[in-house]
């Protein structure tokens, strides 16, 4: 498969603090890729550097999209290359319907399918919330699948889930992937970013980020292996050794 | 005038209606005999029709009108009360003196229009006052067209009383073309049990200057009370809202809520909360958020494809609308 993300040696600094500390990472077109790490490893900062949010400009390395170099590009840019952005924890818009946010997505996007159907597809019922406001009445999970909805019908190339999984109760977390399947299968690249093991299984490839690196990328089930038995090494060693374990691994 | 349709198919009536219109409003509402309406342009009442239940009375002042609205008690009214107020020459002056009294169980809804779009010299003052009976409902909208050369003072004041377990709703809106002045008192005196919400959402442009107080007496027992502001302001418009809550009666409650988004450098903006608790049982909150647009929420429909600028417009759009 050809290749469609291309991460060279990314740095993201913020608040003076190496967050990313060169990231390497190919993704190919037509795969779902999973980033598995645990709280605090820069799973988030990643997908924010990829989106080009402010505050998340890569001090060095560059990111290539379809072979094209983006890391200057603003975060309109790259929504119209087809890259786009479930957050973790969505913003909320005071007098904005779940209708309007959806059809500025197919808009902004390769039309994806009707909103109505975008809806349906993460399991919340259009009649009941094509009219209801992304404000905080909808409850955390709610708006998280009406982010995945907006990510349906923007229909991008490459869609970045940042924990798609969380604030998901736990019987609806096999519907939410098989959602990411089916975008996937109509020609979606997925980024997936957990911490969930079970979750990032269901990729087709997984990386392993931990202190701001890339310690291990391949089979999904080889770099959950290594994601558990690493961790539990890595929670026992003293900070300082925990990092130089780190450039270790990556250099395996 | 008293109840019983009558219509001046005047050229003001035609532009007043127009303007309606532009407010969101219905002008056809205006000239339907089975929908209860008041037209006012400047001193002269062009249009007033009064439906069973409801008492509308106007007469002319040297510089406006004196009205009084009555809904009878355990009056349902099913329709909205359309009430249009203008002003079309570049200059003038309109004062309304305004009594609404809302009978016992009886529940009304009024949409007033207020329509300046040529105003230059304009100075729209009202006084109102407010009497919502108990167990009543009453619900208030007011939505206002200006024109574009922010010549346009408007300095409404209102008292409202709401008794035992009355609900009173208002939402004054003046989004639409430039504010020029805008010193808004609203002062509502809530009895045991009693409800009410004041939502006010202004668009601030060029030299726009805006002061809002309102007021919430939280009196009887349980009584509770909700005052929203939603303020944008771009180029130089300045704002100053005031949110008071006075917590007099046991388990009384009142919160304050405000927005004021800076869409210009030289914007500015104030809130002051002022909370007072009376009686210990009693609670009262506030938040108040000023600023420019939340980054995140821009970045989001930036990455569902949107520029900046059309982001900026859609969350401005959704805060007031």
Known sequence: MAELLRIEGLVVEREGRAILRGVDLAVAEGEIHAILGANGTGKSTLAHALMGLSGYRPARGRILFAGQDITEKSVTERARLGITLAWQQPASFEGLTVREYLEIARRGGREGPAVEECLARVGLPPRNYLGRTLNDRLSGGERKRVELAAVLAMNPRLAILDEPDSGIDVLSLDDIMEVIRGMNRRGTTVLLITHR??????????????GGRILKTGDCAEVVRFYKDFCKECASLPAPELEEVGQDEGRR | MRDGVERDPSREFAALAEAVERTGGSAAALRNPRIASLVVHQNRVLGLNALPGLTMDAEPLPDGIRAHVEVAPGTVLPDPVHLCFGVLPKEGVQRILATFRIGEGA????????????????????????????????????????????????????????????????????????????????????????VAELVAKVHGKGEDRIFLREALHLEGPYARGLVKSRIVLQDRAQAEF?????????????????????????????????????????????EAAIGSIDRKELETLMARGLTEEEAVATVVRGLLR
């Not at chain 1, 093991?197 to 931990?210: G, I, P, T, Y």
């Not at chain 2, 100075?123 to 939505?143: K, N, W």
């Not at chain 2, 008071?244 to 914007?267: M, N």
Request: proline share 3%.
């Open chain 2, 242 to 286: 005031t949110g008071e809550a006075v917590g007099i009666g046991p388990y009384s409650r009142g919160h304050i809520d405000c927005t004021e988004i800076l869409w210009g450098a030289e914007a500015r903006a104030s809130a002051v909360p002022k909370l007072l608790v009376v009686d210990e049982r009693a609670k009262l909150t506030h």
């Open chain 1, 197 to 210: 093991e079970e979750f990032a299984r269901a990729a087709h490839r997984a990386s392993h980020l931990c």
């Open chain 2, 107 to 194: 529940s009304a809804q009024f949409w007033a229009h207020c329509a300046f779009p040529n105003a230059e010299r304009v100075q729209h003052l009202m006084e109102a006052s407010i009497e919502v009976g108990g167990g009543a409902r009453m619900a208030y909208t007011e939505v206002h067209y200006h024109g574009p050369y922010g010549g346009t003072e408007v300095l409404p004041k209102a008292v409202i009383r709401v008794h035992k377990g009355g609900q009173y709703v208002s939402e004054f809106k003046l989004v639409q073309g430039r504010v020029g002045l805008l010193s808004l008192d609203y002062v509502v005196h809530l009895g045991e049990g009693a």
